[in-house]
């Protein structure tokens, strides 16, 4: 079946490391991107890439960073920079040239303790 | 400054009732919008979307309005289950040079709760 997978679900980060969270998909979608959710905030775009080797800061890139080594990976690295790192991290996956929106992993829940 | 905005942040609806989530926009230049319907800890997942061509689509039990001159749409569900409890997103984006789609912008979403 294909589809955009996050992992892990859920994971836990000391203060002052950086942590990457994975994304990746089989969809053959030329697109990537990735969000923040917060309670009230709805989502904010973090980075996103519409081809390989390519990417773009959305609105909310600060303490971030990405790569797009391959068409089917976007991992996103939380770095010691971001202020307030917790929250509802979603990645999504499109053809650029769509109709039919995004498609959306399962989500990871990032804590820092 | 938000350029999709979902201004009622929760909303209540009796089992069978209609539900109507409502959604303004800002920009212009959007020209494609839809609707995406989240549950707690997962992924959103597309509902329905509509093309500034038109001014209403159909799909089963939802549908979506859309009017241009008050930059304003709206999602109807009718009749409401208790599944149908979630936080929809409204989402919009404007068409970029050569037809291919832009970024999604997303208002904040309105919570959903369908009481039976």
């Known amino acids: 079946d294909g589809g955009i997978t996050q992992s892990p679900k859920y994971l836990f980060r000391k203060e002052g490391q950086n942590v990457t969270l994975s994304c990746e998909q089989n969809?053959?979608?030329?697109?990537m991107y990735w969000y923040r959710q917060d309670p009230g905030q709805g989502l904010r775009l973090i980075y996103y890439?519409?081809?390989?080797?390519?990417?773009q800061k959305g609105d909310i890139a600060e303490g971030y960073s990405v790569s797009r080594e391959k068409k089917e990976s976007f991992p996103l690295t939380v770095t010691s920079a971001q202020k307030n790192p917790t929250a509802f991290y979603l990645c999504?996956?499109?053809?650029?040239?769509?109709?039919?929106?995004?498609?959306f992993g399962s989500g990871t829940r990032l804590t820092v303790v | 400054d938000q350029q999709v905005k979902q201004n009622s942040p929760s909303l209540s609806v009796q089992e069978g009732r209609i539900s109507i989530l409502n959604c303004d926009y800002t920009?212009?230049?959007?020209?494609?919008f839809l609707w995406y319907k989240k549950y707690p800890a997962e992924g959103p997942t597309f509902l329905i979307s509509?093309?500034?061509?038109?001014d209403k689509n159909e799909d089963g039990r939802f549908t979506v309005f859309l009017n241009k001159s008050a930059k304003h749409l709206s999602l109807h569900i009718v009749p409401s289950q208790p599944g149908d409890s979630a936080v929809y997103f409204c989402?919009?984006?404007?068409?970029?040079?050569?037809?291919?789609?832009?970024?999604?912008?997303f208002g904040k979403g309105t919570k959903l709760s369908v009481k039976p």
């Open positions: 999504a996956s499109s053809l650029v040239a769509s109709n039919y929106g995004y498609t």
């Open positions: 969809l053959n979608h030329d697109a």
């Open positions: 890439s519409q081809i390989v080797n390519d990417f």
């Open positions: 920009n212009s230049m959007f020209d494609y």
């Open positions: 509509i093309s500034s061509i038109k």
């Open positions: 989402a919009a984006t404007p068409r970029r040079y050569g037809g291919s789609q832009g970024n999604l912008i």
